[in-house]
């Protein structure tokens, strides 16, 4: 069992990713040969589900490109599902509370440090890959290769960001920069010097802890801006976006005089 994103990040390299809402295992191949490090499954706003997800995560695999997950809530079976069918990271989105976070760690890690439920799923190739053998050699690894990321998108997050970071179990912190101008009561003033110390805030303490830290992007430039302030990864926009303005560009330029 790997897991290529932390391999990297923990070498000192950056990662790129993109949120995948076009659906098809063809644009999951896609976004690999195009040279992309992880996917995020967006199985909150987006239509999928648990054999919609596992069908993804298969052609991800065949491309080498890593699937996260967004999950629709913090419950044990949104977050148990994804993690047996394969998905090397659970991004949680809308946390608001410690007791979020604490439960987001109770369902995603198991023991010592959660309480995961035990199987033998599709991620551990059905109990026949050699790592699940030992019992507590399965735990260990299970809890290292897969990553546990609150969504820091809510007023509530950022108050307890230091504290967040810093519990057993929580691997990283990905910010939704829409949804948390909206929740500091300034949507989508990215330049307003509160949400600017507020960004700075959570990289600063996500450094501090050890633990990753993720960010959104619409451009290129507000993503490279973001990696060298010393963001781990950076999720450029959504595969229908570039995809719409991929199109919408040839077709401006072909029909142009």
Do not use: W
Not at 14 to 32: D, I, R
Not at 36 to 43: C, M, R, T, Y
Not at 155 to 182: K, R, T, W
Not at 213 to 242: C, E, Q
Request: charged share 25%; with cysteine; hydrophobic share 40%.
């Amino acid at each position: 069992m790997e897991n290529k994103i932390k391999e990297k990040i923990n070498q000192g390299e950056s990662v790129l990713g993109t949120f995948f809402e076009l659906g098809g295992t063809t644009a999951v191949e896609c976004l690999g040969i195009a040279g992309l490090d992880f996917l995020i499954i967006d199985a909150e706003h987006g239509p999928f589900d648990v054999e919609s997800s596992m069908d993804f995560m298969r052609a991800a695999e065949l491309r080498g490109i890593t699937p996260f997950v967004r999950v629709k809530d913090v419950s044990r079976s949104s977050i148990l599902k994804m993690l047996d069918i394969g998905a090397k990271g659970i991004v949680a989105p809308c946390i608001d509370t410690i007791d979020q976070v604490k439960q987001l760690v109770e369902y995603g890690k198991y023991y010592p440090i959660g309480k995961r439920g035990f199987t033998h799923a599709r991620a551990a190739s059905y109990g026949f890959a050699s790592f699940t053998k030992n019992m507590e050699e399965y735990f260990n690894i299970c809890n290292e290769k897969t990553l546990i990321i609150p969504q820091c998108e809510t007023q509530g997050c950022l108050d307890h960001i230091e504290e967040i970071v810093n519990i057993d179990g929580v691997d990283g912190i990905f910010i939704g920069p829409y949804d948390l101008s909206i929740g500091m009561g300034i949507p989508g003033q990215f330049a307003d010097p509160n949400f600017v110390q507020a960004i700075e805030r959570i990289l600063k303490a996500c450094k501090e802890a050890g633990k990753f830290a993720f960010i959104y992007s619409t451009d290129n430039s507000t993503a490279k801006k973001y990696l060298a302030d010393g963001f781990d990864g950076v999720a450029i926009n959504m595969d229908v976006s570039v995809y719409i303005n991929a199109f919408k560009s040839i077709i401006s330029e072909v029909r142009s005089k």
